[in-house]
């Protein structure tokens, strides 16, 4: 599929944001979905990450090693021709290529193409809030990497989608 919007969102276990957790990818029609979390995970979050962030995981089968874990997005996105990712968190980005990457272990082929974009104009990011306010059962799940991503996805094509 060619230029296609994905939107993304991840989870980090640390104030730094460098120790990935989740990560969900969805297109513009919510049709395309793609969630993976870490197996294992990282053992020293912070108590917000802790309390607030693992309870809401899934586990179970969207679980994955590192390598699985590189491997499965690969895959996903290699079904998209040059995608243009969307989160509202630089981070994210970096955590993308990370995983891709393979967590810095050598020897992987190159990812597949895609491009960035941070979505920080504030009409978008006050819908976001507008998606979680009209939508209790969301709001219980914030900060589950694919409740955020719809969220986002939602928030930009009724705001921003208009404008591109």
């Known amino acids: 599929m060619r230029n296609m919007r994905l939107f993304f969102d991840c989870e980090w276990s640390d104030a730094e944001g460098r120790q990935l957790i989740s990560l969900a990818l969805l297109d513009s029609s919510a049709q395309h979905r793609f969630y993976v979390e870490r197996d294992p995970l990282p ?6 990450v802790r309390e607030v ?5 899934d586990r ?25 990712i ?23 082929p190159p990812a597949p193409p895609w491009r960035p974009m941070l979505v920080t104009f504030g009409d978008v990011l006050m819908r976001i809030e507008d998606y979680f306010d009209a939508r209790p059962e969301a709001r219980t799940r914030r900060h589950h990497a694919m409740v955020d991503a719809e969220a986002l996805r939602w928030a930009f094509e009724t705001i921003g989608g208009a404008k591109s």
């Open 86 to 108: 969307l989160a509202d968190a630089g981070e994210d980005f970096m955590l993308l290529s990370h995983a891709l990457g393979g967590f810095g272990q050598p020897g992987w």
């Open 60 to 84: 179970g089968a969207t679980t994955l090693p590192d390598l699985a874990f590189t491997s499965a997005p690969r895959t996903f996105l290699a079904g998209f021709e040059d995608p243009l």
């Open 43 to 48: 053992n020293t979050p912070s108590d917000f």
């Open 53 to 57: 962030v693992y309870p809401l995981l």
